[in-house]
Nanobody, 116 residues
Framework: QVQLVESGGGLVQPGGSLRLSCAAS????????ANWYRQAPGKQGEVVAA???????NYADSVKGRFTVSRDNAKNTVYLQMNSLKPEDTAVYFC??????????WGQGTQVTVSS
């Protein structure tokens, strides 16, 4: 059974930082493209960061220069380091993986709230 478990969300002040983690079981992130997707109330969801099986990364313009996606193959975990957080970054953040065989899996999501 495949599971993606996110952690690291919470409440942070504007300008602060958080690091989200997504630990996988049942699949290998090294054989998958992992995405961080966020959904805010009343807004269209977006993929904010992605890392391919080969380690290439891509970012949404809204987070470029502030967010960094990385992967630890030994821990089978993907991270999203979020710096210089803004109120508009408030959302539920989901980890999403697409394997090389085309299977898709989602985590349960973690809430990030940026507020003073």
């Amino acid at each position: 059974q495949v599971q993606l478990v996110e952690s690291g969300g919470g409440l942070v002040q504007p300008g602060g930082s958080l690091r989200l983690s997504c630990a996988a079981s049942g699949i290998m992130f090294s054989d998958s493209t992992a995405n961080w997707y966020r959904q805010a109330p009343g807004k269209q969801g977006e993929v904010v960061a992605a890392i391919t099986s080969g380690g290439m990364t891509n970012y949404a313009d809204s987070v470029k220069g502030r967010f960094t996606v990385s992967r630890d193959n030994a821990k089978n975990t993907v991270y999203l380091q979020m710096n210089s957080l803004k109120p508009e970054d408030t959302a539920v953040y989901f980890c999403h993986a697409r394997t090389l065989l085309g299977s898709v899996y989602w985590g349960q999501g973690t809430q990030v709230t940026v507020s003073s």
